[in-house]
């Protein structure tokens, strides 16, 4: 027990000089390839034997050339192939305890075929021009997010591209009443990013058939490589990186960042993946009786704090900045990943990329023997360096939980989540006016800074907001819907924090009622884009919202102590909530009634107000007088 426990403990130190090494290399330190030779890393400290086969076609089913792996310090084994490998495709496989293991495709691999099934060793530097990284820190305060699937976008238009990544570049595609959609239609409504849900390589569509075939892709297989079924040809590995590279590029001509969905917590397969080819049992948890722990809910949770999953991670991360030029990261269940890990991670990213924006779920699907408090969980977020989390206080606050589906929340009149609103107009930092003891699940501030806190009241997951809205007030009409769901926006688009909205919603996005639309088809997922013509006043609504965001520091001033001295709330109870906001020069009266009957809120008249957006009428006379369902700012002179 000593003598492994010592050998243990000389292998850590071995793991973290490699480690320490190589977050310096900024290319793949595990393929390198010349035109006259190529070198091939694993790291697999218990592996008997190790090989490589290499092929010349994509689809052969015997390999020219079997290579022998040496086995190097630190667990890392070494083979070269000497001459010109480029576009040859290779795979590996490992012995351990005696057995050989399944013909598996290289963990770090950034090139794939169909299916994942084989990589491609690939010159990049000859097909792709390496993206110019903007390295200044020109951080910008008004974040709005546009969280959209890339097949979801273009599945229901003319687009010459339907569902792919190309399709996301057509900027000529318009729906039934000639109005522009997709990425066109995304750059009108004036978000200023967008969340692309998995575009890595993930297993659960076959990229060969040519049947439709849906999924959110939250089931990884190839972490470096982007997804096939998203490419014109998921056959050709080059090809399917340029589009998913094209795709990103259009966004950014567009004036529009592009963070992407990361799923780290999880493999989609479990003892077939290729971490446990490789190198089994290292990167996931496991219980004290040795089965494999499962807070992801998915069958297996991975081991960020073991340090070749965490430099797997960031090396991963770093791949997709300097080679796709991505702008950000969501971590999906970003509570199983360690603080330590997400704090190197954000070190590692934000010396190549000062303004890249990181935040993800706070929280996890099940129990994991990670302990808490070196969870990145929400309610730790003070610990993380410039790494943000989704806040379900807002979300369930304004339309009640997402699992007690016919409960209604602040937009459609419950009374007492005054402070829960407050709490995620202010971002979830500490304010003088907010009482945390009635905050609906946190009962403290979380957030250092408003732009850790992502205000959101939909996303992919759960109701959206309009099925919601339908479940929880049957006998609601289609008009007072709607007025909840512009006062839903409001909360959203005019809060401190990042604000997220869901594809779709600027049309009242609809699911048909589905809960969990993860692999439902299109006619589910797809996006309704002819209903831009039925709710083009919510269109419009969105993108005032999102305008005045934008172009009112007042509304992202990006800053605890700018927010706690510069929101004053003016009235929080009764389903009231008003504040006023101010970047110095500017001040703004936003005013949310969620009663059905119109209130006064007494201001008296010594200031001037001039009416900036709203959905109701206002009247301003000795004081304020707004309406009922009503979401209203006022300029103050
Ligand atoms: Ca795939």
Redesign the pocket.
Known sequence: MHKKLILLLITFVMIKNIQAQSTQTSENMWLSYNPSYTTFKLFSPEADEAIVKMYKLANDKTSFLTLKFEKKDDGVWQATFDGNAENFFYTYQVKHKGVWLNETVDIYATAVTA??KKAQIVDWEKHYSKPVINNTNDKKNAIVVYEVHVRDATIFTNAKNKGKFLGLTETKIKNKFNQPVGLSHIKNLGITHVQILPMF???S?D?TSSKPNYNWGYDP?NYNAP???YSTNPNNPITRIKECRSMIEAFHKNGIGVIMDVVYNHTGLTKESNFNQLCPNYYYRTNPNGTLSDASGCGNETASEKPMFRKFMIESLTHWVKWYNVDGFRFDLMAIHDIETMNEISKALRAIKPNIILYGEGWTSGGSPLPENKRALKANAKQLDGVGVFSDDIRDAIKGSVFNHKENGFIAGVPNVEESIKFGLVGGIQHPQVDYSKVNYSKASYCNSPLQHVSYNECHDNHTLWDRLVLANPSATEKEKVEMYKVAMGIVMLSQGVSFMQAGQEFCRTKFGEENSYNKPDKINGLQWDNLEKYKTMNQWVKQLINLKKNNEAFALGDANLVQKNVQFVEDKNNVVAFTTTNGIKTFLVIINTNTSKKTIEVGLEKKYKTVLNNKPVLIADNIIVEGTSFTVLEVK
């Open positions: 299916n994942g390589d993930y297993n569509i990229e297989l997804e096939g079924s």
